[in-house]
């Protein structure tokens, strides 16, 4: 028996609970292994210890009440992944799960999710829950998490530290939910944007995140962006990006929280936003006015931003449509000054100069202590969670 054959034979163990077969893997070749023989109902789990990246998985479907999961077998002591480009590529997959996993140290991006080339058929239900991808890059254009062309997905619980490009750049993706994720930006690394949502991305929520910008970070959240025509998914329209919501979410440092780029509508509300370095939101135009309609319609409103030195409170940038956004009820803070912010269009219900009384300022937990009525509905700590989207319940089984 050859020394491979005989390593996967004892390192892999094959259990089967009611429909689902599990198979347990502890070193690289076994788990290459399982990949090339991975199908619906199937989980492999990985044991704890040091594998190597650049693993993929192409044209695999797992179903709702079947998925193709993929985990550390313990995850207080996930597997850690490094050398090679990238962690994973999952291609043209669907009903597929990714959890308890630490990625590291990849010059490329951590993991790639797409549809293959197939922009009429993307990749779809796709979940990556507990995993963590740092020091990638360290610059240009090296994401995190690299999502293009996924439909119904959910990243939930995972953490991104130090990136080059985007900590998680979704081109052409649609019916997403990131929740109760952290982002924190590493000395060295460019960190260009935070989550990024372009190509024709439409109808993605953010919600419950914590970014940490203070180490050097673009735009936290950009709704929107400045993509190649070709591509755009599943083609060409008038927007960057359209019906995104950020709710829920704590901002500190970074150039600014959130930014327009290109985007139709996309609301901001509920979120608190500590101590921006430049500015506390922008609004921008990154393709030419024509084809794509002038960055409009953005709403900004219940949110908490407590501010000092800025460029800005809003950044506008040319052939935009400022004055289409929406202001409402924002409670605006800046140390020893009581004059509202200068905003590009009337706010209604703001909140100025009003001090919140931040307890743990710059954490995941920081929240208003003050008792001012005025404060009862605005900033996270206000936040109610909406019903997850049908499309999402498969990934609570």
């Given amino acids: 028996m050859n020394a491979c054959l005989l390593s996967l034979l004892l390192a892999t163990a094959s259990t089967t609970a009611g429909d689902r077969r599990v198979v347990r893997v502890s070193d690289d070749v076994a788990l290459r292994q399982a990949l090339t023989r991975v199908r619906a109902g199937e989980t492999i789990s990985v044991a704890p210890g040091r594998y190597r990246g650049g693993l993929s998985l192409r044209n695999r479907a797992g179903r709702a009440d079947a998925p193709i999961v993929i985990q550390g077998s313990d995850s207080n002591r996930p597997p850690v992944f490094r050398g090679g480009a990238l962690w994973i590529h999952l291609s043209d997959c669907s009903y597929v799960a990714l959890r308890n996993v630490v990625a590291e140290g990849f010059p490329g991006n951590g993991l790639n999710v797409d549809d293959g080339g197939s922009f009429e058929t993307p990749a779809h239900h796709v979940l990556l829950e507990n995993v963590t991808v740092r020091d990638v890059g360290p610059r240009g254009n090296r994401d995190g998490m690299k999502l293009s062309g996924v439909d119904c997905f959910v990243i939930r619980k995972c953490r991104v530290e130090g990136w080059g490009g985007s900590s998680i750049d979704m081109v052409g993706c649609h019916q997403g939910l990131i929740e109760d994720c952290t982002f924190v930006a590493k000395r060295g690394f460019q960190q260009a944007t935070g989550l990024q949502m372009k190509g024709g991305s439409s109808e993605i929520l953010v919600q419950g995140c914590f970014f ?41 440092g970074s150039h600014a929280a959130v930014a327009w780029a290109t985007a139709r509508g996309g609301r901001a509300h509920h979120n608190t936003i500590y101590q921006p370095q430049r500015w506390g939101l922008r609004i921008l135009q990154e393709q030419p006015v024509g084809p794509f309609q002038a960055c409009h319609g953005g709403v900004f409103e219940n949110n908490l931003v407590v501010y000092g030195r800025v460029v800005s409170v809003v950044n506008i940038g040319p052939n935009t449509a400022p004055r289409t956004f929406v202001f409402r009820r924002n409670a605006w803070y800046r140390a020893g000054d009581r004059r509202p912010p200068r905003l590009p269009a009337a706010e209604a219900d703001g909140v100025h100069g009003l001090d919140p009384r931040l307890a743990d300022p710059g954490t995941p937990t920081m929240r208003v202590t003050s008792t001012d009525a005025r404060f009862k509905d605005i900033g996270a700590d206000a936040y109610k969670r909406p019903k997850p989207p049908d499309w999402a319940k498969w990934t609570t089984r």
Avoid at 215 to 240: C, M
């Fill in 212 to 252: 940490d910008g203070r180490a050097g970070g673009g735009r936290a959240v950009n709704i929107g962006g400045s993509t190649g025509l070709r591509y755009f998914r599943p083609k060409v329209q008038d927007y960057e990006a359209t019906k995104i919501t950020v709710a829920g979410n704590r901002f500190v």
